[in-house]
C-alpha cells in the first residue's frame, strides 16, 4: 500500500485490512523497487514448495504424483490432499472438520465418517508404511515421521 497516511493507526489499519506492505508519502523509489523485488522473491520461494520429500514419500503437488520408496501411488483426488496436508505437517493433529475444510472448503457436504473412511483406503494403500498416518482418539489424524516441506 502506497499512501500519504503515516499515523500508526492507518498503518496497522491497512496491514490488518490485507496490505503484504505499508509505504508512506514521500518515499525513496529505490526502496520501493526493493520492497517489490523482495515481494516477488517471496512468492517465487513459496511456489517452488510443491513438493515434499522425505523417507522414502515424494508428493508433488505439481505434478499431483505421490510415492512411497519409489513405488507410484494410485491415490484418489481426496486421499492425495489428505496425504499433502498431513505429511506437510507433522506431527501436528487435524481434526476431521480440519481436513474437510482443507481439502473439500467449508462449505462441502461430507460427513465425518467419509474420512475416515478415506484415512482407511489411504493406510491400505500405503501398505506397510501405512501407520506413518496415526490416529489420535477423540480428536483426528496425524503424521509421524520425519518429513520436511
Known sequence: MLTAK???SDIVLGLEMG???YITKPFSRKVLVARVRARLRQ??????ATE???EGFVINSELYLASCDGVALD???SEFEILKL???HPGRVYTRNQIIAKI??????????????QIVNLRR???ARGDVIETVRGVGYRFKGGFAA
Do not use: H, M, N, W
Not at 473439500?104 to 473412511?117: C, H, L, S, W
Open 43 to 48: 512468492q517465487t520461494e513459496a511456489a517452488e
Open 19 to 21: 496490505a503484504s506492505d
Open 125 to 127: 494403500k500405503l501398505g
Open 104 to 117: 473439500k472448503g467449508d462449505d462441502y457436504p461430507v460427513t465425518e465418517r467419509a474420512i475416515d473412511v
Open 86 to 88: 498431513l505429511a506437510g
Open 52 to 54: 515434499i520429500r522425505c
Open 6 to 8: 503515516s499515523e500508526e
Open 75 to 77: 491415490l484418489t483426488r
